[in-house]
């Protein structure tokens, strides 16, 4: 089983649509949680990190549940500038970051 | 400020040639990790540099080698390419180890035939 597990997507929808894209991970000792961002054939980017109590950055929503061993992104009202590609990043008792395989987001006109 | 640099960009190999990516950072970064990204495989940890000095494996560091030249460069050699080492090597850097936000250069694209 990997240790963090993302629906590869694609993800299609439309300009102003809300989507969620969601994570499992393996390890209970994991002890901080990411999203980053890449676009296609770049670098990947911190978007946002996760806290417990949940966070908001704008239009984006970040969960965790601890007991579940879950993460989530909510992205609402949808812009095309979104369209990339979505990493879920756990930061395990190593202190290494271990990446999720993304889910493939695209915005459509 | 240019943040992380490697060079090359592009690269073509043939089976059993040897090669060195280069990396730097300009932002006084006590950290610098090496990552490959495989399709549908997420990135994985080559090798690290928690500080100036040392350097340690990462999750697949088998047929690599690195070098933490000074504070800036971060060195990653292949002795003998394989065709499995065909990837997407990114270098990043990060304050601390232990720093929730990582940089990454815009990658090295390795092809070995």
């Not at chain 2, 002795?79 to 990837?87: I, L, Y």
Request: glycine share 8%; aromatic share 12%; hydrophobic share 30%.
């Amino acid at each position: 089983r990997k240790e963090v597990e993302q629906d590869p997507g694609p993800f299609n929808v439309p300009e102003g649509a809300t989507v969620a894209f969601n994570c499992t991970y393996s390890n209970s000792a994991s002890q901080s949680f990411f999203w980053y961002r890449q676009d296609c054939r770049k670098e990947p980017k911190l978007l946002m990190s996760v806290y417990s109590s949940g966070n908001e950055d704008g239009r984006f929503t970040a969960q965790l549940n601890r007991a579940s061993q879950y993460i989530s992104l909510l992205i609402r009202d949808s812009k095309l500038s979104d369209s990339a590609t979505y990493l879920c990043v756990v930061r395990g008792s190593a202190r290494q970051l271990t990446f999720g395989s993304g889910t493939q987001l695209t915005v459509l006109p | 400020n240019a943040g992380v640099t490697q060079t090359p960009k592009f690269q073509v190999l043939k089976t059993g040639q040897s090669m060195t990516l280069q990396c730097a950072q300009d932002m006084n970064h006590n950290s610098m990790y090496w990552y490959r990204q495989d399709p549908g495989m997420g990135l994985r940890l080559i090798y690290y540099s928690a500080s100036e000095g040392t350097t340690d494996k990462g999750e697949v560091p088998n047929g690599y080698n690195v070098s933490r030249l000074n504070k800036r460069e971060f060195s990653l050699r292949l002795e003998s390419a394989a065709p499995s080492q065909t990837s997407v090597y990114f270098c990043a850097s990060s304050e601390l180890f232990s720093t929730d936000t990582q940089y990454f250069g815009p990658g090295t694209r390795l092809t070995v035939l």
